[in-house]
């Protein structure tokens, strides 16, 4: 599953965790962005919070891995980079999935190299509160829209919350609390 994650929360668990379970998946690997270049009209938060914020958040989970592999790459983060970089790591013979949110599914044709995107993996769109999957012509048998239990949760509101002073408790893991508390994250409004 690939997210900027700043900051993860309990959406992005939920979806992860659904299509574990809904396809078998033997692991799910949670990849921060490096450089998220079509977030770039904000600060994103540095590379290292946001993947130990990831870490944290999964740690329980005997499923649930992180990879540094868009941490580490330099350059803009784009998806074709991270499924070569995984698939190399895990070998052939190994069925990749990508997992998204129906808002970034809806958009993956405008992605860095789209065409090939579908020949190195599966994938799944969750469904989201407020957003609307409009189909844009995606290749059938490569992509499955999986229907989740709705979490209105995003980062963007997490951050403001915080910004505001508001609570954020149970929209985020416990160990996120604490960890954007001890940074001094999202102090400032977008
Ligand atoms: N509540 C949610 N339910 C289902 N999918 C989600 C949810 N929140 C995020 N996602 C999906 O998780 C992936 C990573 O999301 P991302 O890290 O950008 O979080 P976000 O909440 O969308 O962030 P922001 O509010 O900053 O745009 C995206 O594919 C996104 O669609
Ligand atoms: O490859 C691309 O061109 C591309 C463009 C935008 C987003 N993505 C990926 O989509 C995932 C979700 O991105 P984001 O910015 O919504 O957190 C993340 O893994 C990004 O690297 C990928």
């Known amino acids: 599953m690939g997210g900027t994650f700043d900051p993860i929360h309990h959406g992005h668990l939920v979806a992860a965790s659904e299509v574990a379970h809904h396809f078998q998946l033997d692991e799910v690997v ?4 490096g450089r998220p270049y079509q977030k770039s009209e904000r ?4 590379p290292e919070d946001r993947y130990l914020m990831t870490v944290i958040a999964t740690a329980s989970n005997p499923r649930f891995s992180v990879s540094r592999v868009d941490v ?3 350059g803009p983060t784009f998806t074709i980079d991270t499924l070569r970089d995984v698939a190399d790591i895990y070998g052939p013979g190994t069925d990749l ?8 599914l809806g958009a993956i ?14 994938f799944v769109g969750c469904t ?14 490569k992509v499955t829209l999986l229907e989740i239990p709705a979490l209105a949760i995003s980062s963007s509101e997490c951050r403001q919350r915080v910004a505001e002073g508001e ?3 149970y929209l985020v893991p416990d160990g996120i609390v604490q960890y954007i508390n001890k940074r001094g994250l999202y102090q400032v409004a977008d």
Do not use: C, K, M, N
Request: zero cysteines.
């Open 30 to 33: 949670f990849v921060p962005t």
């Open 43 to 46: 600060l994103v938060s540095a």
């Open 72 to 74: 580490d790459r330099p």
């Open 97 to 104: 999935y990508f997992i998204t949110g129906a808002d970034a």
């Open 109 to 122: 044709l405008g992605w860095q190299d789209a065409d090939e995107l579908f020949e190195l993996a599966h």
């Open 128 to 141: 989201r509160p407020g957003h609307t999957l409009h189909d844009p012509g995606l290749p059938a048998g």
């Open 167 to 169: 609570p954020i408790w």
